[in-house]
């Protein structure tokens, strides 16, 4: 039996989006879901009750790249494994690590069987590949281990895309070969190929034909139109295997999950409310609040009507611009639990309107109000 053992409940009828479960070793994860970031073994403010009682996360995110540099695989795994070592029960999926180093530029050089760079730390040379992520992340412990892939650049040529997403198979299969199939973590294939859907659907088969326990998509909110992202989200929906979860990374706004469950996805990821919230920056069903506006010095609404997340039951609008202009650290942590909050119960209601059966009266109501106030 599959370490992650994942179910469709229900379908709606007149396209790909569905509500599914998740069971983990950790926990149970219902699906679609947000995933918040805890890059360095940490949600940014945030403490494990706070994801557990009032954000109602039931999986989070840890980060191969940051937490190898910053406190060292080895000493997680002395301490008894990431869940052990961040006091978080449930659930964790970890990125390999391929996305942060694609970040660093010029500042990396990519081999066949890896990328060497400079840590941003202390400057020392590192190389990640396939087997060191996969050894890292058994390390780490997580319930879900993603592949180690080469993401590809927006903007790029065809032959660009090609050669980038070919060394993302061979790596993929790399990365199966060092972590095998068992019954302790769930490995998960990553789908790239630009923005061209031919490469998209040969990138898709080549990760389906490796026996992984779930399907990635990257790549993507790497600059690009909104309209690319969707395209190839549309390319690749009517082909994504209907028995494996279905993970888009680093996605995005609330209208993004919206349109990305509308297509079969199942999982997301993003640090946008998480930054946007540190940076005065709050997310409601009429679009993006920001506390910073003068406006909001004598206003006493909650951040947004009906919300019950801990911040908009106690505080003002007023009290929060307060706590932002005057850079007091409690700003960041309640902005924090709201966007969250409000990032989670959309899934939340996203699951319920598929449960009811009107999934498609749903999205249409809530990406024409959050569309035409943002």
């Not at 295997?241 to 509308?262: C, F, N, Q, R, W």
Request: a negative charge.
């Amino acid at each position: 039996m599959s370490v992650a053992r994942f179910e469709v409940l229900h379908r709606d009828a007149s396209g790909f989006a569905r509500r599914g479960r998740l069971q983990l070793p950790h926990g149970v994860v219902e699906t679609p879901v947000f995933m918040p970031v805890g890059t360095q073994a940490t949600v940014k403010s945030l403490t494990p009750a706070d994801l557990t009682d009032d954000i109602k996360a039931s999986i989070i995110l840890g980060n191969t790249y940051h937490l190898m540099l910053r406190p060292g695989a080895d000493l997680v795994e002395k301490m008894g494994g990431l869940h052990r070592f961040m006091a978080w029960e449930k659930p964790i999926l970890t990125d390999s690590g391929g996305f942060q180093v694609w970040s660093l530029g010029d500042l990396r050089k990519i081999e066949e069987h890896g990328v060497r760079f400079r840590s941003h730390i202390d400057g020392a040379e590192i190389f990640l590949g396939p087997k060191q992520s996969m050894h890292i992340q058994r390390q780490l412990g997580s319930d879900i281990v993603m592949a180690f892939d080469e993401c590809t650049p927006y903007p790029a040529s065809v032959d660009e895309a090609n050669a980038s997403m070919q060394m993302s198979m061979r790596w993929a299969a790399e990365c199966r070969m060092h972590l095998p199939v068992n019954n302790h973590q769930a490995l998960f294939g990553i789908v790239q190929g630009g923005m061209y859907p031919d490469l998209r659907l040969e990138s898709l088969d080549a990760v389906a034909a490796i026996d992984f326990e779930g399907i990635a998509i990257g790549g993507l909110s790497v600059g690009e139109p909104k309209e690319e992202m969707l395209a190839m989200l549309d390319a690749l929906a009517p082909h994504l295997p209907a028995d494996k979860p279905h993970y888009v990374m680093g996605v995005g706004t609330p209208d993004d999950l919206i349109e990305g469950v509308d297509r079969g996805i199942d999982m997301f990821d993003c640090v946008m409310p998480t930054r946007n919230a540190r940076n005065g920056t709050l997310f409601t069903d009429n679009g993006k609040l920001n506390i910073k506006n003068l406006c909001h010095a004598e206003d006493e609404q909650p951040i947004m009507e009906g919300c019950s997340c801990y911040t908009c039951t106690h505080f003002s609008r007023a009290y929060l611009r307060h706590l932002y202009m005057a850079k007091e650290i409690l700003s960041s942590r309640l902005n924090t639990l709201h966007n969250l909050h409000y990032y989670c119960d959309l899934m939340q209601r996203a699951r319920t309107a598929l449960e009811d059966g009107n999934w498609p009266e749903f999205r249409d109501q809530f990406l024409q109000r959050y569309r035409d106030d943002a």
